[in-house]
């Protein structure tokens, strides 16, 4: 390929005008899973469909029966199907869906099986599928040691290897986060069918739900949900560590420039090479859910984007793709954790 053709390559995401942000609604208490539908996790599959996981039942606390649900939007249409159980354990609750498609074309589904009353006595179960998202293999279990959890997608390296974000969770209150809480990072080679475990990343109050991105090389950066209890603190700030080494070793967590009522955040790599953050831009409330650009290698982050910001709002664990066609989707739940939408947007969009 010509350098000129290489060069044209590379501008084609920012090509991409500005299309004016949209929101979709997707499901909401009308859709009969279970009350409670949370946290929304997206993925897009290899045929271009999109595949959106989420657990549902009649509340966080409220039971034991909560299970993963899945649906899918078939490339070039509007409608989702009816979610359908994909996950469910007869005696455990079930949370934080993750669906992820592979460099290989296996779909991995990741998600957390409570074996008490308490996240902390979680651990990540997997499931994976061989036929793009239609039917699974039988749960494994991927972590033994109580409180771990998984909450945002893997990124592929530059060796191959897949980096699965991670955190450990310990206390017994259900509103407030013990600073002794720890991100980390699981990494797959898919020659050897091996897990490899990072260290630990501390910070100063504890931080959970660790989302990563590719800089450069060997170069990655992760943002990290604070730890604390949920009321506001002006010195709530999301938590920053680095890897030199793909994701073997990181740094210890620092405050961000960025604000954290104590909630889940997503960091994602655009096709432009440029970086992109989804938080919530508030040190109390989780309004409203900002996107924020960086275009020096997550250097600085310049240009923003309200997704949405009604002040009486809540809008939750957002998680963010990139598909093919540069489109960037965010999902997200509202409505006390019964309503899923979904952002669409461009990276132009956010630069206007």
């Known amino acids: 390929m010509s350098w000129l053709l290489r060069f044209l390559f590379l501008l084609l995401p920012l090509a991409l005008a500005a299309q004016g942000l949209r929101i979709d609604r997707i499901f909401g208490p009308e859709t009969p899973t279970g009350e409670y539908k949370h946290p929304a996790g997206i993925g897009e599959l290899a045929n271009g469909d999109l595949y959106l996981v989420f657990f549902s039942g009649r509340g966080e606390y409220r039971d034991n029966s909560a299970a993963v649900f899945g649906s899918r939007q078939k490339a070039g249409s509007k409608r989702w199907s009816k979610p359908e159980r994909i996950a469910s354990n007869p005696f455990h609750s079930l949370g934080n869906a993750v669906v992820w498609q592979a460099?290989?074309?296996?779909?991995?589904?990741?998600?957390?099986?409570?074996?008490?009353?308490?996240?902390?006595?979680?651990?990540i179960t997997a499931k994976i599928s061989r036929d793009g998202a239609r039917t699974w293999s039988d749960?494994?279990?991927?972590?033994?040691?109580?409180g771990t959890m998984v909450r945002n997608q893997p990124i592929t390296l530059g060796d191959g290897s897949y980096l699965l974000p991670v955190y450990h969770e310990i206390g017994t209150d259900t509103e407030f986060s013990d600073p002794r809480d720890t991100s980390f990072f699981l990494r797959f080679d898919?020659?050897?069918?091996?897990?490899?475990?990072?260290?630990?990343v501390g910070s100063r109050l504890g931080n959970i739900q660790p989302a990563p991105a590719v800089i450069a090389g060997n170069h990655l950066v992760a943002f990290c949900r604070r730890g604390g209890d949920y009321n506001g603190r002006p010195d709530?700030?999301?938590?920053?560590?680095?890897s030199k080494d793909?994701?073997?070793?990181?740094?210890?967590?620092?405050?961000?420039?960025f604000p954290n009522p104590n909630a889940a955040v997503d960091f994602l790599r655009?096709?432009?090479?440029?970086?992109?953050?989804?938080?919530?831009?508030?040190?109390?409330?989780?309004?409203?859910?900002?996107?924020?650009?960086?275009?020096?290698?997550?250097?600085?982050?310049p240009?923003?984007?309200?997704?949405?910001?009604?002040?009486?709002?809540?809008?939750?664990?957002?998680?963010?793709?990139?598909?093919?066609?540069?489109?960037?989707?965010?999902?997200?739940?509202?409505?006390?954790?019964?309503?899923?939408?979904?952002?669409v947007f461009t990276e132009a969009d956010v630069v206007r």
């Open 246 to 257: 793909a994701g073997k070793t990181w740094s210890a967590g620092v405050d961000s420039e």
């Open 270 to 301: 655009l096709q432009s090479g440029h970086h992109l953050l989804v938080y919530n831009n508030s040190f109390t409330n989780r309004s409203p859910l900002t996107v924020a650009l960086s275009t020096d290698g997550a250097k600085t982050f």
């Open 103 to 123: 460099p290989d074309g296996v779909v991995w589904l990741f998600y957390v099986t409570r074996y008490g009353e308490l996240w902390s006595d979680s651990r």
């Open 139 to 146: 749960p494994f279990q991927l972590t033994f040691e109580a």
């Open 303 to 343: 240009h923003k984007l309200d997704l949405q910001s009604d002040p009486s709002g809540d809008y939750g664990y957002p998680m963010a793709l990139q598909t093919r066609d540069g489109r960037i989707h965010v999902s997200f739940t509202t409505d006390e954790r019964t309503v899923v939408r979904k952002a």
């Open 190 to 200: 898919p020659k050897t069918r091996r897990w490899t475990e990072s260290n630990r």
């Open 236 to 242: 709530g700030w999301l938590v920053r560590t680095e």
